[in-house]
Each structure stands twice: as C-alpha cells, then as structure tokens.
C-alpha cells in the first residue's frame, strides 16, 4: 500500500485523513458498546449474537444516513460533498463485517480469518493499484477501502452472521447490553473514536492539507511494528481474557504471557525496520517524501515502544469486562492528547502532534499501572474476605 500510494502528494492525502475522520465519528453510533458485551458474554444462548446483529445493523443504518446528509449539504466537511454517497456505504459495509467478525473470534476460527484478511489485502492493495492509475486522487484509496469491506462484511456474514438472523429481544438482552454495556460503553465508544481521530483533528484545525497528509502518510510507517505485534496476537488475546475472566491466577499468567510477546516482537520490529527505513523510502516514495519523513520515524520510535504496552492492558480490560477501567483509560489518553496536541501542534505542525502523542501515551502507560494495582488489591481483598 505504501508503494502504491507513492505518487500521491501530501494534499490528497490530507484529504484522505478527512475522509477517514467523517468515517471514524460516524462509527461511534454504530457500536455503543454493544460489541464488548458480544465479546464478554461467555454462555451459549445464540439470542445474544443476534440481538447484536439487528442492533448493530440499525445503528449503522442510521449512521450513514445521517453522514450523506450532513456531507450532501455542505454541513460539515463540504470539500467531500462529492463523495458523500462513498463514505456512506464504506460505514455500511465496515459495519456489517463486526458481528460476523466478533463470532468467528470465539469460536476460534482464526486460520479462515488470517486468510480473509490476506484476501482483504490482496484486494485492497490491487484495487488502490489499478484506481491509481486512472484516478492519481484521494478517491482511489476511498473505492480501495470499499471494495476490501465489501469482501470482508460479505465473507464473515456467511462463516456465521447468516446463523443469526432470527428476531431476538427480551428482559435479559436488555439488561444485558443496554444496562450494563451501553451504558459504559456509549461514553467509551464516544472517546474511543474521539481520540483516534483527535490528532487529524487538531491538525486539521492548527496546520495544512499537506502537514495532515505528511502525518497520515508517517503513521503507515509507524503502524508497522505495531501491527507486527499487536495485531499477531491481539484477538487470541481478547478471547483468552474473556474466557478465563473469573480466574485471577490465569488472568495474570495470560497478561504477562502476551505482554512479553508483545514487548518482544515489537522491539524486534522496530529495530529490523530501522535499520532498512532509509532504503525503504527510498524504493517505496518519491525524493519529497524521504526528506519529510525520515526526521519522524526517529522523532516517533518512543511513542512505537509504548504504544503497543498500553494497547495490550487495553485488551486485559476489554476481554475480561472492565468496562469502566477501559473508559477511565481511552478518556485520560484523548484529553491528555487534546491538552499536549493544542499545546505543541500550533508551534512544531506534525513533530509537535509526535511529541504530544508520545507524551499521551507515557502518562496513560502510568494511570494503567495504578488501575492494574488497585484491581488486584481488590480482588485479594475479595478472596481474603470471603475464604473458601
């Protein structure tokens, strides 16, 4: 993707990151938190996979609706009033993939989901080639990401959605995903998104198209060593937590078992990628790029160690119901990049929006710990209380 985005200059990809931002808040309404009580719920009634299902489904509905009309007149974002029809569907087919997606996770399906996602990769990759070379815009990295979610939502709807079409509603669903899970997780999916799109956002407001573009085409580079360690493990991760949340002892194994996974194969990642960066820019951008984004990689190398650390609790809480501690983590990390990126990115453009993250990061590394002690403290206090 980064070879074929080569001759895409840093306007297109500024707009690209807009594009993407109108997506991403979109998408808040789609979820609420229903999809962390699919992952938590550890019983076999097929009721609760197809009240998400319906409930997500009407969300997303709704939430593209509401997109094409607010992009359509020129109410937000009026430069993607052409695409206002795109970035609906895009919402749509994203949508529909996270039931079937969420599924095919408990049920351990992870050798059919490594191949959908080459298949989603190879899809993607080609369709953003044969775009480029007739359209040399934005719009080709839109169609691009349609096309993969296209394949994804319609594949995983017939591994296992397809099973769960079946009305379901009642007392226990209700209480179950709305009481205890939106209620959480409709402030945690608000923040959750927030933050991820915080820094276009700020960006957007203090720079340029062109330093939002230099900032989207960096971050390609530096989700490499996280995707080569996070992302490995990240969904056996999820589901181990989920299963054996009623077991400290396990739970404490687990964690420290994929933290050092995670720690190891991103420190490895980050220094093979090191090493090879220079000749990398120069094979896979043109001359502009390499002088842009050479000074960043180094700039960004302590917010790629501490990264994937604070992703991997992040997972601990999501996957063993922690809902709270989740909020309590994804709110401190957007207003703590919202205070350091209004701070550093008026003065310094994209290293001030670097620097800030980094520093996000660091302090959210830090509230983590003292919410891992004080579970732990509390659960010992439970056992102590309550002997068996």
């Not at 900032?215 to 060593?225: L, S």
Request: glycine letters at 4%.
């Amino acid at each position: 993707m980064v070879f074929a985005t080569r001759n895409l200059d840093a306007e297109q990809f500024g707009l690209y990151g807009k594009a993407s931002l109108c997506i991403a808040i979109a998408g808040i309404v789609t979820d609420l938190g229903l999809s962390n009580g699919l992952i938590a719920y550890s019983g076999s009634d097929k009721r609760y996979a197809a009240f998400h299902l319906q409930a997500t489904t009407f969300l997303a509905l709704a939430s593209s609706l509401a997109t094409y009309l607010l992009i359509h007149f020129r109410i937000i974002f009026s430069e993607l009033q052409p695409f206002a029809t795109l970035l609906a569907s895009i919402i749509l087919l994203e949508t529909a993939c996270i039931n079937g997606l969420i599924l095919s996770q408990k049920n351990y399906r992870f050798k059919a989901l490594a191949t959908l996602e080459s298949g989603c990769a190879v899809i993607s990759f080609g369709a953003t080639v044969c775009l480029l070379l007739n359209f040399p815009s934005f719009t080709s990295l839109l169609l691009a990401r349609a096309a993969e979610g296209a394949l994804r939502a319609s594949t995983v709807f017939i591994m296992e959605s397809r099973h769960y079409l079946n009305f379901a509603w009642g007392r226990d669903l209700w209480n179950y995903y709305i009481v205890k899970f939106v209620r959480h997780g409709a402030m945690q999916a608000w923040v959750q998104t927030l933050h991820s799109q915080t820094e276009i956002f700020i960006l957007s407001y203090f720079s340029t198209n062109q330093q939002l573009g230099i900032y989207e085409r960096i971050q390609q580079f530096i989700r490499v060593p996280l995707s080569a360690s996070v992302n490995l493990v990240d969904k056996v991760a999820l589901i181990s937590y989920s299963k054996n949340q009623h077991d400290q002892k396990i739970l404490i194994r687990l964690f420290i078992k994929f933290t050092l996974i995670i720690a190891a194969l991103n420190i490895s990642a980050i220094a093979l990628f090191s090493l090879i960066f220079p000749q990398l820019l120069k094979t896979f951008t043109t001359t502009t790029w390499t002088s842009e984004l050479m000074p960043l990689w180094w700039l960004s190398i302590p917010l790629m160690l501490i990264k994937p650390i604070s992703w991997g609790i992040n997972i601990l809480f999501q996957g063993s119901g922690k809902a709270t501690h989740l909020t309590i983590s994804l709110a401190f990390l957007f207003f703590s990049t919202l205070f350091f990126g209004v701070i550093l990115t008026p003065i310094y453009k994209t290293q001030g929006m670097i620097i800030a993250v980094t520093a996000s990061y660091l302090s959210l590394l830090i509230v983590q710990v003292l919410l891992l002690i004080k579970i732990s403290r509390q659960r010992l206090d439970s056992a102590l209380k309550h002997p068996i």
